[in-house]
């Protein structure tokens, strides 16, 4: 019996002799919404990394939607199809209009007609509240408006799960709500999800379960309420009241 659409176990990394990651396990069920919080170097992006093996791992093992990424023979492009990926910086292609940009990866990859892979682009533009946009060029979006295509991109590849790394980070201020008003309405639709963020509120009302990692480890899981309303550990506590407080972090 597996529900686990990712697993991973005993993952190491080290670039060089600087060891990123010292043996994580964690697992992400079909329909989940896991948050990865932590401080800056703690290695969050180089565990979201090592799961589409965009990082290949030291040692450990990776398992995404049954495929097990850490074998050696594994069909890696295959593989990746099921993995949605959302970063900071929104890579659209400046030459594609927004249509384009969700339906160039569909026809390629997937060898969808135009005709098909132009309706779940539409869809999919509808979800993340951008139809309107489907003629214009990524210059004529506001970032948020880029994030969201980003999103709509992804998800015209109907992954099995969607990563996440700081979707909103480099974002206004006031952009960053539509987008989490979209990933809150995926996760309500039972996507399941990976998503690195500092953004607290999010992970407390939509996650599942949260994971803080410092220095490379998990040092504390759980549901929100426990990691983020009640956290057990010291380095948790420090972290927390680092984000939630900035402008008195040193009282
Ligand atoms: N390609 C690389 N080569 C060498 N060192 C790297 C590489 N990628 C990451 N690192 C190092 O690994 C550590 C973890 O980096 P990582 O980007 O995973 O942290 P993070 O938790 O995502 O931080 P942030 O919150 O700032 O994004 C850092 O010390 C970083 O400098
Ligand atoms: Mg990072």
Same mark, same amino acid.
């Given at each position: 019996? %597996? ?11 080290a ?8 043996g994580?396990? !964690? %697992? ?13 170097g ?10 589409n093996?965009?990082?290949e ?11 097990? /990424?850490t ?13 949605? #990926? ?16 969700? %339906?160039?990866a ?19 533009l ?10 214009? #060029? ?6 948020? =408006?880029?994030? &969201?295509?980003?999103i +709509?991109? +992804?998800?015209? !590849?109907?992954?099995?799960? /969607?990563?996440? *790394?700081? @979707? ?14 979209? #990933?809150?309405n995926?996760?309500?639709?039972? !996507? %399941?999800m990976l998503?690195?963020?500092?953004? /607290?509120?999010?992970? &407390?009302?939509v +996650?599942d379960?949260v994971?803080? /990692?410092?220095?490379g ?13 009640? @956290?057990? =550990? ?5 972290f ?5 407080? @900035?402008?008195?972090? *040193?009282?």
């Amino acid at each position: 019996m %597996t529900d686990a659409i990712v697993e991973i176990s005993g993952l190491n990394k080290a670039f060089g002799r600087l060891e990123v990651l010292k043996g994580i396990d !964690m %697992t992400v069920r079909r329909g989940e919404v896991v948050c990865i919080i932590g401080p800056s170097g703690s290695g969050k992006s180089t565990l979201l990394r090592c799961v589409n093996l965009l990082e290949e791992p030291n040692a450990g093992k990776v398992v995404v939607n049954g495929f097990e /990424m850490t074998d050696p023979d594994v069909d890696i492009d295959r593989a990746r199809r099921t993995i949605g #990926m959302v970063f900071q910086s929104f890579n659209l292609f400046g030459h594609l209009c927004v249509l384009d940009n969700l %339906t160039v990866a569909q026809r390629k990859v997937l060898k969808r007609d135009k005709d098909e892979a132009e309706s779940i682009a539409r869809d999919n533009l509808e979800k993340v509240g951008l139809a309107e946009k489907a003629g214009s #060029m990524p210059d004529q979006l506001s970032g948020g =408006q880029q994030q &969201r295509v980003a999103i +709509a991109r +992804a998800l015209s !590849m109907q992954p099995a799960v /969607m990563l996440f *790394d700081e @979707p909103t980070s480099a974002l206004d201020p006031e952009l960053v709500g539509d987008v989490l008003a979209v #990933m809150r309405n995926l996760a309500e639709e039972g !996507m %399941t999800m990976l998503v690195v963020t500092h953004e /607290m509120q999010f992970a &407390r009302e939509v +996650a599942d379960k949260v994971l803080f /990692m410092d220095g490379g480890v998990v040092v504390e899981e759980g549901p929100p309420s426990q990691v983020i309303g009640d @956290p057990q =550990q010291e380095r948790t506590q420090t972290f927390l009241r680092r984000v939630l407080n @900035p402008v008195h972090a *040193d009282e």
